[in-house]
Structures are given as C-alpha cells and as structure tokens.
C-alpha cells in the first residue's frame, strides 16, 4: 500500500515562502509523475505543479515564476518551494502520484496566507 504524506504548510504572511514535502512509502517517486495540487471550499481540486521522472515540470499559469517543484529520489520525497504567497494561494495542498495502474493521493497540508 503505497502512503503519501505531505507536510510544511502553515500560516504565513503575504510576501513569505513555505517549502511543503511529500513523502512516500518506498520509492515511487522514481519512475512516475509527482504533482502537487491544491482545493479550497467548494471549488474543484486543481493543479498547482507537476514533475515528471526525467525531471521536467508543468506549473500553474498563477504559480509560475513563484512556486518551484524539484524530487529527491534518494529520499523518496518531492518538494515545492512556494515563493512570494498571495492570500490566493490559500488552500489545502495535496501531492499525487500518477502510476500505470493507480494514482495515489496524500491527506493534504493546510496554506494559509493571511496577514
């Protein structure tokens, strides 16, 4: 059973950075596509980055320039780097992991941006 757990989010100010880390059981991450996502209430979940296993990224058009997504295959753990957070970018944060045959879904970290 494949577990992913997010961790690192939490209340910040606009302006500030947080630097969230996905964790997995075993090494997952190697050879599938890694993305973090992000829902607020009553809105659908929606893409914030992804990784692919040769290492090339896909961004949000609203993170670009600000959010960075990077994988440590040693560590079994893929990360992103959020830079320059607007009270837009709160929300719950999930990682998922896009296999051949599942996709694999983290309990999900909370961002707050408020001042």
């Known amino acids: 059973q494949v577990q992913l757990v997010e961790s690192g989010g939490g209340l910040v100010q606009p302006g500030g950075s947080l630097r969230l880390s996905c964790a997995a059981s075993g090494s997952i991450f190697v050879t599938n596509v890694v993305g973090w996502y992000r829902q607020t209430p009553g809105k659908q979940r929606e893409l914030v980055a992804t990784?692919?296993?040769?290492?090339?990224?896909n961004y949000a058009d609203s993170v670009k320039g600000r959010f960075t997504i990077s994988r440590d295959n040693l560590k079994n753990a893929v990360y992103l780097q959020m830079n320059s957070l607007k009270p837009d970018d709160t929300a719950v944060y999930y990682c998922?992991?896009?296999?051949?045959?599942?996709?694999?879904w983290g309990q999900g970290t909370q961002v707050t941006v408020s001042s």
């Open positions: 998922r992991v896009t296999t051949i045959s599942n996709i694999y």
């Open positions: 990784i692919s296993s040769y290492g090339s990224t």
